[in-house]
């Protein structure tokens, strides 16, 4: 009997980033102790998907090929937000369109599904009121002003003896579409 594995298509931050969002967890834990986010890599997750290993090598394949068509994108997360149990990092409008636009169309291309992206960081998942009362109260109007380079779409492999998911795999962005097209922007002076 063959296994299934489960993996995620994700943004990854840089470190700097990262480290950050890392540290609002921390907060947020020593507040509330031990919540089911407090150790995972922060991200924006693009879709999950479960499949037997041997399949594995085309869905790379088709992730790569996705990505040798998009750009790069300068995003920015700038402030934090909620669903019913969930507290997180935000991107701005701006991110948020380009972003779900590439994850919208990956899911498409590689799975042939559609989603409705809704791009996040999460800082703590699965609170009940009183946790995500706290996590408001620790983080509501905290300036955030993350900018950061997007240059890869990341393929993460679930660890069952961690726990987590960890990177098996990264995808540049190398699509060219006036990125850095300087002849193109000279027109407009």
């Not at 068509?69 to 701006?94: E, I």
């Not at 599904?113 to 960081?121: D, L, P, T």
């Not at 996590?135 to 990341?154: E, H, N, Q, T, V």
Request: glycine share 4%.
């Amino acid at each position: 009997m063959k296994t299934e594995i489960t993996y995620s298509v994700v943004f990854l931050f840089p470190e700097e980033i990262a480290r950050q969002i890392r540290a609002f967890k921390m907060d947020l834990k020593t507040v509330i102790n031990w919540f089911p986010s407090c150790h995972s890599d922060p991200h924006m997750t693009i879709c999950e998907f479960v499949i037997e290993r041997e399949r594995l090598p085309y869905y790379m394949a088709r992730l790569r090929t996705f990505c040798e068509k998009y750009p790069p994108v300068y995003a920015r997360m700038d402030g934090t937000g909620t669903f019913p149990t969930t507290y997180f990092v935000k991107p701005d409008d701006y991110t948020m369109s380009v972003l779900g636009r590439y994850a919208e169309a990956l899911v498409r291309y590689v799975f042939g599904r559609k989603i409705n992206w809704n791009g996040h960081a999460t800082i703590g998942r699965k609170l009940n009121p009183v946790e995500l009362a706290a996590a408001k109260a620790l983080f509501d109007g905290m300036p955030i002003d993350f900018r950061f380079l997007c240059d890869s779409i990341y393929l993460r492999e679930f660890d069952h003896s961690l726990g987590q998911f960890r990177v098996i795999d990264s995808f540049r962005l190398s699509g060219m579409d006036n990125f850095n097209d300087t002849s193109k922007q000279l027109t407009l002076f």
